[in-house]
């Protein structure tokens, strides 16, 4: 089993609209979890980063339930520029998940 | 705009060859990671330092991969011989561990190297 899965999408999502996805951790000491985002042939950059139950920064909310072993990041009133594939991490393993792609249509 | 930069960006060579990678972390961070990305198998840690000193490696394929920081300012991934399998992007990141900051620092992200191993 692999330490980060993720689903791999795509979700494909009006602009304007909710998406949300998650990311499942194996292992249960790890305490520390972060959400990037990489763009096609970009870098991997940081979006949010987890500590306790949840962060939020503007229109993106990431909540992290310890008992089931699952981050989730929820993007609200979604843009075209929210295109690219989510990189769930656990910070304590420094694994990544495979990444999730939304694409955002017009 | 603090930034890792990496070089070079682009790299072909061909089987046998010896390839060095070049990262240049954000002043004053004292981690340096460097990660292989593969359509394949994703992003996957090869081996990362703190304070120029080896904390894991154990992502790394011994028999012809090396990391070295010579000085705080400039880390090196190098592979001897390459092989085709090891064609990937290779991205260096950097973090500042800061005690009470919370357990893992985040991570900063160089542009990558683009291997192409003929």
């Known amino acids: 089993r692999k330490e980060v899965e993720q689903d791999p999408g795509p979700f494909n999502v009006p602009e304007g609209a909710t998406v949300a996805f998650n990311c499942t951790y194996s292992n249960s000491a790890s305490q520390s979890f972060f959400w990037y985002r990489q763009d096609c042939r970009k870098e991997p950059k940081l979006l949010m980063s987890?500590?306790?139950s949840g962060n939020e920064d503007g229109r993106f909310t990431a909540q992290l339930n310890r008992a089931s072993q699952y981050i989730s990041l929820l993007i609200r009133d979604s843009k075209l520029s929210d295109s690219a594939t989510y990189l769930c991490v656990d910070g304590f393993k420094l694994s990544f998940g495979a990444g999730t792609t939304v694409t955002v249509r017009a | 705009d603090a930034r890792v930069t990496q070089t070079p960006r682009h790299k072909v060579t061909e089987m046998g060859q010896e390839v060095t990678m070049r990262c240049q972390p954000i002043l004053g961070h004292n981690t340096v990671f460097w990660y292989r990305q593969t359509m394949m198998q994703g992003l996957e840690l090869l081996a990362y330092f703190r304070n120029r000193a080896p904390l894991d490696d154990s992502g790394m394929p011994k028999d012809r991969f090396s990391a070295e920081m010579p000085d705080a300012t400039l880390a090196t991934l190098k592979i001897q011989p390459s092989e085709p399998r090891d064609s990937a992007v290779y991205f260096c990141?950097?973090?500042?561990?800061?005690?009470?900051?919370?357990?893992?620092?985040?991570?900063?992200f160089g542009p990558g190297t683009r291997l192409l191993v003929l």
């Open positions: 990141a950097s973090g500042s561990r800061v005690v009470g900051q919370g357990p893992q620092e985040t991570q900063y």
């Open positions: 987890v500590y306790s």
